[in-house]
């Protein structure tokens, strides 16, 4: 019997799926126990759909179950001890949930989902019970890929989300949609052409969370500025930040601010040095490092303490020396790291216990030097949308490529670096997430002093990519997305890339190209889908897939 089964990610195993261990390092009981996880948020919804049309929302569990599937994301939490914590604590919301429904005058009539039901309260009867719960237990291979499918765009969803509402910003329509979708991937009557309707409203819903996250980030630090970065150090010690967390990045720099404590940020927080609210801190001393993947190389040179707010965590090599000095917060995890508490009753976290730790380390050791520019989010972009189109319309400008997304280990992702590199000097990427560690600091030039790469931030930034498209369709009075001069080369690895691609075909986008691998969640029935309906293509070689879209 497998020990195990997960493909939500694309470094999954033979891209078929890990059935020993993950190969993101997740053993197979977290593995299990985030199945269990998942089993049970499914069941708490089939509560939370029936009180939500009695006029009643629970916010405990609306926070419950976003964090959960946030959670489960890949390379998020690897700590058991927190996954058991949470499934025990899923029992109180359900009966919780449940108590609320009936007294409402509510009745569970209908209901017979099992997840709704089960409880163990032994960690054997937890890992007995999550053997039965993973996704094989669906038969059918389309029905089982468009319920994944669902799934794993609701735990990128969850992540936007999240970061929302820790900034003050939520909406209860995402919630409910989140709910009833966890409900609809249990119904057994719905077909393969209502699950594929479900999967693009997963889409739609992308789009108006990402669109809240954007309002969150903007609101609360300001709009993002055209920036240089150092990516050199300073010879004080330093706490390096990575993840995605705003607040988390806003708290930490106020409470460092003059300890004598420098902070840096890694892989996914590098567009935190864009935001106006952040630059006012002169011990904000810049980028340190690439994309997530390298930290394990990365962290070793830094020498100071690591915050992880977020994913993308690696496990440690054995000979590590590092381990002592990562601590994390929010959904991340990983056994043997220090884990900072959330929030309590609106006070900020305390990262005291990091200050002091990050104050005896020496300072970091300097392992490249100079500057990279970013900044590009929309506001900026379509303040110079009148030289851009006129770029266009002179030829200076032949074509945008978005080239966001994830990067990742596998060898195959030299193919983005080798793209952008062999892109004509006529041509600008777009770019969010940090698949731009393959190019971003190549001396790629610029056009009428427009740089050929602009990051518009995060993988959570995408949305900016989506308002610099529509910007652009009406500044050239097209009707249609697709008219515009843009093609998609797009990297992904985990599920925010996947609500991405989600949010993308929901808005009509066409003719994407997805890599290194397309998922092995898709079935060959829901590829055809795809392919027929939406122009989805996977990638080739550099000179063929260039030829294609410069010709598109």
Request: hydrophobic letters at 40%; one cysteine or more; charged letters at 25%.
């Amino acid at each position: 019997m497998e020990k195990m089964f997960c493909y939500q990610c694309q470094e999954t195993s033979k891209n078929q799926g890990c059935t020993v261990k993950g190969l993101c390092g997740k053993t197979p009981d977290v593995a299990n126990l985030q199945d269990l996880l998942m089993f049970l948020c499914k069941g708490i919804s089939h509560y939370t759909v029936r009180l939500r049309e009695l006029g009643i929302e629970i916010p405990q569990i609306n926070k419950f179950i976003t964090d959960s599937l946030f959670m489960t994301i890949t390379n998020a939490n690897f700590d058991k001890s927190r996954f058991i914590t949470r499934i025990l604590l899923a029992y109180e919301m359900r009966n919780a949930a449940e108590e609320r429904l009936l007294s409402a005058g509510g009745n569970k009539e209908g209901i017979t989902f099992e997840g709704a039901f089960w409880r163990g309260d032994t960690e054997e009867e937890m890992a007995e019970k999550a053997l039965e719960t993973n996704i094989l237990t669906t038969e059918n291979e389309d029905i089982r890929s468009l319920r994944e499918l669902t799934v794993y765009g609701l735990k990128g969803m969850a992540a936007y989300a999240e970061h929302a509402f820790n900034l003050g910003y939520e909406e209860n329509e995402i919630y409910g949609f989140m709910q009833r979708a966890l409900v609809d991937v249990t119904n057994d009557s719905l077909n393969v052409e209502e699950l594929t309707g479900l999967v693009l409203e997963t889409g739609k819903y992308g789009v108006q969370v990402m669109a809240l996250l954007d309002k969150a980030n903007t609101s609360s630090y300001g709009n993002p500025e055209i920036t240089k970065v150092s990516l050199g150090v300073r010879n004080n010690p330093g706490i390096l930040i990575s993840g995605h967390d705003m607040k988390d990045m806003e708290e930490l720099l106020k409470q460092t601010e003059g300890t004598g404590v420098d902070v840096y940020t890694h892989s996914e927080m590098l567009p935190a040095n864009y935001y106006p609210a952040f630059k006012k801190y002169n011990h904000f001393a810049g980028n340190y490092g690439s994309s997530w993947w390298h930290q394990t190389e990365d962290f070793e040179h830094f020498n100071g303490v690591i915050l992880f707010t977020t994913n993308c965590i690696v496990p440690p090599r054995k000979t590590s020396t590092y381990g002592d000095r990562v601590y994390t917060t929010g959904a991340s995890g990983f056994e043997g790291f220090k884990h900072i508490e959330d929030r309590k009753d609106g006070q900020p976290k305390d990262f005291s216990a990091l200050i002091e730790h990050a104050k005896k380390c020496a300072s970091p050791t300097e392992i490249e030097s100079g500057e990279i520019i970013g900044g590009f989010a929309h506001n900026q972009v379509i303040a110079l949308a009148d030289r851009v189109v006129d770029a266009v319309k002179t030829g200076a400008i032949r074509k945008f490529f978005v080239m966001g997304g994830c990067d990742g280990r596998m060898k195959g992702r030299n193919y983005y670096t080798e793209f952008a590199e062999k892109l004509p000097k006529d041509t600008v990427i777009l770019t969010a997430g940090c698949a731009k560690y393959r190019y971003n600091k190549l001396p790629l030039g610029e056009i009428n002093g427009i740089p050929r790469v602009l990051d518009a931030g995060q993988c959570n930034d995408s949305y900016s990519l989506v308002k610099i498209a529509l910007a652009l369709k009406e500044a050239f009075g097209l009707d249609d997305l697709n008219d515009l001069p843009i093609a998609y080369n797009i990297a992904w690895y985990e599920q925010k890339a996947v609500i991405v691609l989600l949010a993308l075909l929901s808005l009509g986008v066409k003719n994407i190209h997805l890599g290194p691998t397309l998922p092995a969640f898709l079935s060959p029935n829901v590829v055809n889908v795809l392919v027929n309906n939406f122009g989805i293509a996977g990638i080739t070689n550099v000179d063929e897939d260039m030829k294609t879209l410069l010709s598109a």
